[in-house]
């Protein structure tokens, strides 16, 4: 049995060795020869003269060297040409032809990729979730014939697959590219500003296509469940190339019931975190982080603590001096003169270091913070008394009790109001039935009829009803809002106020 370190067997990790090589320019062009076109095969002679056309030059035994040490890695193998040659010396010619191995290929190209991406924000693929949505409808229509289209099912289903990877890879570099930016301390200034509206209007649009697609998705993935049996087995019909050994060859995403159970798992989140939910954790964090950011450069601005300014003057000055005089500068900005002790007298008590005595080894001397902040030693400020915190709890519990009086008056006055378009109310009134209104549209997006939004420390229901031509304009005497498309009526709850929100029939 061969060890897997042989040139025969060579570890896989072994394909990645080019890359950080003494020459890997040259590994690199030379792999560049081989992926560049289908099925190519070259000798060492052919890979020095295309190297040279393109500036490279390499002799032909260096080539051979080259591509030799690629095979011994994997990267390359023997070219497969026909040797019936007349002469020895076109025989071995003939053995010596290259071509790129699969894993060989698999990794120069991704390689390349890394090598020529951009260190800045990459752009998510958020519209590939509605047509998943459209995809995954066209595959339950495709299931759902007495005949389904193997071909068609296949395109579909491999598209969906595709999709969700370029989304989640496009979703981890954008907030991988996030955490390096907040990571950074000297965030400020321009750059600070355009990357807030950058963070927020972009997650922003992240995060509400994620919360409109993903239900539907998690859906129609529920629905598909019961007739993955049909899918896999319409997709098996279709050929399937088998390796020389006996062994199937391996099959694109979405072939397998695992497949399908991941991707419903990171819609739903059947067991664990589901991904919207995941985007959204990582949104929140990336706001509150930006918010620390807010804070730190404000708190800077306010007590003097920053000095970036000053350093970055402090850094043109020695950008623009000879060493002698940069050498002077340092010494002047950051007090590094030579050391020198001077004993205080024999009236202090103990030994004391000398003259000659290094600051490495000498005694550290305790300084008053008083001292080393403002320079003297006057005592500031006086103990404070500790503060009684009955006076604000009951402050805050009379504020809470007002609060709570006037949203009843409010909903009394709503409940009086009854019919909601024309009616004119107080500003509290208007504030009760916009955050009422807020709550009921956000749980009912897809309002396909009437609903109603309760709630139960009020006990007051909003009950909204969708009319196209129709609209509900409340005025009060700080202005008037308009809610197009919707009939709105403000009474009582019918069942006492237990439920948050219904649907009616």
């Given at each position: ?5 042989d040139n ?6 072994s ?5 950080g ?5 040259e590994?690199r ?10 099925l ?5 002679g052919?890979?020095?003269h ?26 390359l ?17 003939a053995?010596?032809?290259?071509q790129?191995?699969k ?7 991704d ?7 951009g ?6 693929a ?6 998943t949505?459209h ?5 339950l ?40 930016i907040?990571?950074r301390y ?12 950058l963070?927020?209007?972009?997650i922003?649009l ?30 098996d ?24 159970e991941r ?11 589901s ?16 918010l ?5 450069m404000l708190?800077?601005a ?25 050498h ?5 900005t ?17 030994s ?8 490495w ?12 902040d403002?320079?003297?030693r ?34 009394t ?8 378009d024309?009616?004119?109310?107080s500003?509290?009134a ?11 549209l ?19 229901a909003?009950a909204a009803q ?24 403000a ?11 219904e649907?009616?029939?």
């Open positions: 049995m061969d060890s897997p370190n025969r067997n060579p570890p896989r990790t394909l990645y060795a080019y890359l090589a003494a020459q890997a320019t590994y062009a030379i792999m560049g020869l081989f992926t560049g076109t289908l190519i095969d070259l000798s060492a052919e890979v020095a295309r190297l040279g056309e393109q500036g490279i030059p390499l002799s032909v035994d260096d080539a051979t060297l080259r591509c030799r040490q690629l095979e011994s890695w994997g990267n193998v023997r070219g497969v040409r026909d040797a019936r040659v007349p002469t020895v010396n076109d025989f071995l010619k053995r010596g032809r290259y790129a191995s894993l060989g290929g698999r990794v120069h190209r390689a390349e990729a890394v090598l020529a991406a260190d800045g924000a990459q752009e998510v958020r519209e590939l979730l509605g047509a949505v995809l995954l409808d066209q595959v229509d495709r299931v759902s014939a007495p005949e389904p289209d193997a071909v068609a099912l296949a395109a579909d289903v491999t598209t969906v697959f595709n999709n969700q990877q370029l989304f989640n890879e496009s979703v981890r570099d954008f907030y991988a590219y996030l955490n390096g907040l990571s000297d965030l400020a200034g321009e750059e600070y500003h355009r990357f807030k509206e963070l927020l209007e972009y922003d992240i995060t509400a296509d994620v919360s409109r697609h993903a239900p539907a998705i998690a859906a129609r993935c529920a629905r598909l469940v019961p007739r993955l049996d049909v899918v896999l087995a319409t997709l019909d279709l050929p399937v190339p088998t390796t020389p050994d006996g062994t199937p060859a391996d099959r694109l995403p979405g072939r397998c019931r695992a497949d399908w991707l419903h798992d990171w819609y739903a989140g059947t067991t664990g975190r991904g919207p939910d995941t985007l959204r954790a990582a949104a929140d964090q990336a706001l509150r982080q930006l620390t950011n807010a804070k730190r708190a800077a306010g007590t003097g603590v920053s000095r970036r300014a000053d350093l970055l003057r402090l850094a043109s000055w020695f950008d623009g001096v000879d060493a002698i005089a940069a002077r500068l340092f010494g002047a950051f007090g590094t003169y030579p050391a020198r002790h001077l004993s205080g007298g024999p009236e202090e008590p103990g004391r270091d000398g003259a000659s005595t290094s600051w080894d000498a005694s550290p001397v305790d300084v008053p913070i008083s001292l080393r403002r320079g003297d006057t005592a500031r400020g006086r103990t404070s008394s500790v503060p009684d915190p009955g006076l604000d709890a009951e402050r805050l519990l009379a504020q809470a009790r007002e609060e709570a009086r006037e949203r009843r008056l409010a909903a006055e709503l409940v009086a109001a009854g019919e909601l024309g009616a004119r109310v500003p509290a208007r504030e009760l039935v916009l955050g009422l209104l807020s709550a009921l956000a749980r009912h997006q897809d309002m396909a009829g009437p609903v109603v939004e309760t709630n139960t420390d009020l006990d007051l909003i969708p009319v196209p031509d129709a609209s509900t304009t409340l005025h009060s005497k700080d202005g008037a809002i308009t809610v197009h498309g919707l009939r709105l009526v009474r009582r709850p019918a069942s006492g106020g237990r439920a948050r929100s649907r009616t029939a």
